[in-house]
């Protein structure tokens, strides 16, 4: 694990004084300086598995078998059309769980769903946060591959972009051949979504959005969402699923969508994603920045591309998985996590936290030689010290915005 990147924040000081991002409204402003990190984690990476310029041991992630993962609107309609076949591929596939463990799993793409319901508890607000979800979408993004044929990256999606467009009408969600899918049918008003109105802290309202039913376009308008729900916030504060410890049954439905341009705008836009890179100096303050701490009003960037894209399951903390568009937003929150790494070396191989749910019920601390399993979707187990970087351990791959 060698992030020896940059001279930290001195290196990234001249950025904000740069003529290149003189004057312009603040959501440009940020967006440039967002790349201009880009470009020196990108940069960075590219020295670091280069043994000539490198001072860590020969590893297998070289130059050449570096892969390099991109934001959706810079792949080709060929690339964004072989990533979908592929994911259609793995939701064609028989799943490898056993029926007496989900019986509702039915398909390898379940296997992941699967595995992530089973683990909610223990992988989000805790010190493990981070790792699992990188080590999830990268393993995720090898059964594509290895199962299906893909030969591309995992692609990630830049909110920021999303948040000046709004959703229906960006290359992800605009419902084209080439797209996510599109938006689910509208369902009319309907009261505002209270998210966490059950926990006795202070509920977080979100507008519904502008779906709210079946996704009726693009290439996963037929999919069937097999497993859940479990705990699906619905317009109102109501939660459907029957909560922890369920959800593994059979229940197909269709993928259904209530796209949230508003959420998406006031939480995970430019300005927001380059706080969040930037301001936090450790590692719990980055993950609670990016998650949102629990009654304070915040949601976060990780909550907005959840909410922000939503429906069942997207609006769903434990099914989320379940709609194909999960994987390029946590490719994103893995770019957020590793840009942040470059930008703060010292602090890049750092975890913090404990093994629950906002340590409820309070457990350990979680350590660096912890393992992360992922039950029946892959494998092997990690420690999680073998998970912070993206070049080295089982990773070998970077992000590039251009
Ligand atoms: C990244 O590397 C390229 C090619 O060497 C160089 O042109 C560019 O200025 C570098 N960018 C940064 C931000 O260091
Ligand atoms: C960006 O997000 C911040 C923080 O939520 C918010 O204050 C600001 O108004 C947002 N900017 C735009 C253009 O919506
Ligand atoms: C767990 O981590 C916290 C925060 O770093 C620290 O204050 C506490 O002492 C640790 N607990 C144990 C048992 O190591
Ligand atoms: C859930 O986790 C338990 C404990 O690790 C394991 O025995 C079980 O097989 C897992 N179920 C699934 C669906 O992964
Ligand atoms: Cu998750």
Same mark, same amino acid.
């Given at each position: 694990m060698h992030i020896r990147v940059l001279t930290a924040l001195a290196a990234v000081a001249p950025i904000f004084g740069s003529p290149l991002v003189a004057p312009r409204d603040a959501a440009s402003e940020a967006a440039a300086q967002v790349s201009a990190i880009a470009q020196l984690a990108y &940069?960075? *990476? =590219?020295?670091?598995?280069?043994?000539?310029?490198?001072?860590?041991?020969?590893?297998?992630?070289?130059l050449k078998n570096l892969q390099v993962r991109r934001e959706w609107n810079k792949l080709s309609s060929g690339d964004k059309k072989a990533y979908i076949k592929a994911v259609q591929c793995l939701q064609s596939k028989p799943s490898k769980t056993p029926a007496s463990v989900a019986p509702g799993a039915k398909t390898r793409y379940d296997d992941f769903v699967a595995t992530h319901? &089973?683990? *909610? =508890?223990t992988i989000h607000y805790t010190g493990n946060f981070l790792s699992w979800h990188r080590y999830y979408t990268w393993l995720y993004g090898e059964a594509l591959r290895n199962e299906c044929g893909y030969t591309g990256t995992q692609p990630y999606w830049d909110w920021g972009l999303t948040a000046i467009t709004g959703l229906e009408k960006s290359a992800i969600f605009d419902g084209s051949d080439t797209s996510m899918s599109g938006n689910?049918?509208?369902?009319?008003?309907?009261?505002?979504?209270?998210?966490?109105?059950?926990?006795?802290?202070?509920?977080?309202?979100?507008p519904a959005g502008t779906g709210g039913g079946c996704v009726t376009s693009g290439p996963f308008k037929n999919m069937k969402v097999n497993l859940g729900p479990v705990a699906l916030d619905l317009p109102g504060g109501a939660v459907g699923g029957d909560g922890p410890g369920?959800?593994?049954?059979?229940?197909?439905?269709?993928?259904?969508?209530?796209l949230k341009s508003a959420v998406v705008k006031k939480y995970a836009n430019y300005t927001t994603i380059l706080h969040n890179i930037i301001s936090p100096s450790n590692v719990y303050d980055f993950q609670m920045e990016m998650q949102g701490v629990p009654g304070s009003g915040v949601l976060g960037i990780h909550g907005a591309g959840h909410y922000g894209s939503g429906g069942d399951p997207g609006d769903d903390v434990f099914v989320s998985p379940g709609d194909p568009v999960f994987y390029l937003h946590h490719a994103q929150i893995d770019r957020t996590w590793f840009l942040w790494q470059a930008l703060h070396p010292g602090q890049a191989e750092t975890i913090a936290g404990t093994n629950t749910f906002m340590n409820n019920p309070p457990s350990?601390?979680?350590?660096?030689?912890?393992?992360?399993?992922?039950?029946?979707?892959?494998?092997p187990p990690r420690t999680i010290g073998d998970l912070l970087s993206t070049v080295d351990g089982p990773f070998c791959y970077t992000?590039?915005?251009?």
């Open positions: &940069n960075a *990476t =590219l020295k670091d598995v280069d043994p000539a310029s490198s001072k860590r041991s020969a590893g297998s992630c070289t319901i &089973n683990q *909610t =508890l689910g049918i509208y369902q009319g008003p309907r009261p505002d979504y209270a998210l966490g109105a059950s926990t006795g802290l202070p509920p977080l309202y979100l369920t959800g593994l049954a059979y229940n197909p439905r269709c993928l259904s969508r209530d350990a601390n979680t350590t660096l030689d912890d393992l992360v399993e992922f039950g029946y979707a892959a494998g992000y590039s915005d251009l």
